[in-house]
């Protein structure tokens, strides 16, 4: 599997660390609520298909990155910055070689 | 200043070494800057830390991902976004950073003595280079004066091409004798010198 980093370009997945699901929103640390708690460590969709998720870009640049992959087929279809402000740092792409 | 020792010193063996009955093909050497300094910017002060370094070294990074230039005395190439890694011939960058990289720039972190830097030149320079790393070194791809960042066996390396067939490979000082030792094996079969 090949992950398409914004920053290095296409990489082996070897390289990358998985962080989690992407769906998760954290309540409030402060928050009382522990059906949301409960939502937060354990609900999981599981689904059959696309799937966002949190990586880590560990053996290179280091960057958190989300992407969108398909669990049936591995096919990866978007990863991104999970910090807006690396936008400027998307300039390379596997398509953009010539 | 301390005088630093290679950590390659006991398997640094000056010579020629394994199959080169028809022709050397690989050139190992150990660059030893006098410092390495990594800066990091905070987000939206990218140019600004740009300048910084044009400032310090004299040279104009092109802008991109991996982006990165040498003149052969100093060196600098980017290795994840708003961070760069700086290398020069002689001692002092980290202070001459400190004056010029203001805390609302970004960091100057002075890794003179944490990292090795390995010189792998010749024509089968990439071809080795191939067998460690999973990246792709053609020219078009990796051009002269870009860095990379990358691993090997979990070892972190930080490749900044300096010549079409040249590549300076930064390592973590740590495991830079075994890194060496295996860059060696895998030159022996096309010959290699070590200088």
Redesign the interface.
Known sequence: MLITCPYCGPRDVIEFTYQGDGNRERPDPASQNFEAWNAYVYDRLNPAGDHNEIWQHSGGCRTHLRVVRNTLTHEISSVAFVRGDHASGARRKAEDRS | MVERQSPLEPELHIGSHGNFEHGIEILLTETRPGSIVQLAAW??E?KNLMTAIRTVTGLALP????GGLSDGVKSVFG?????FTVADDAEGLAAAFAEAVTPAIGTVTDLSHGRTVIRIAGPKAEWVLAKFF???FAL??FPVGAG????HH?V?AQIQRTGADQFDIYVFRSFARSFWKALCHASEEVGYEVQ
Request: net charge negative; no cysteine.
């Open positions: 987000p939206g990218e802008d991109g991902a991996g290795f994840a976004p708003g961070k999973a990246i792709d078009t791809a990379r960042s990358t691993a979990d972190f």
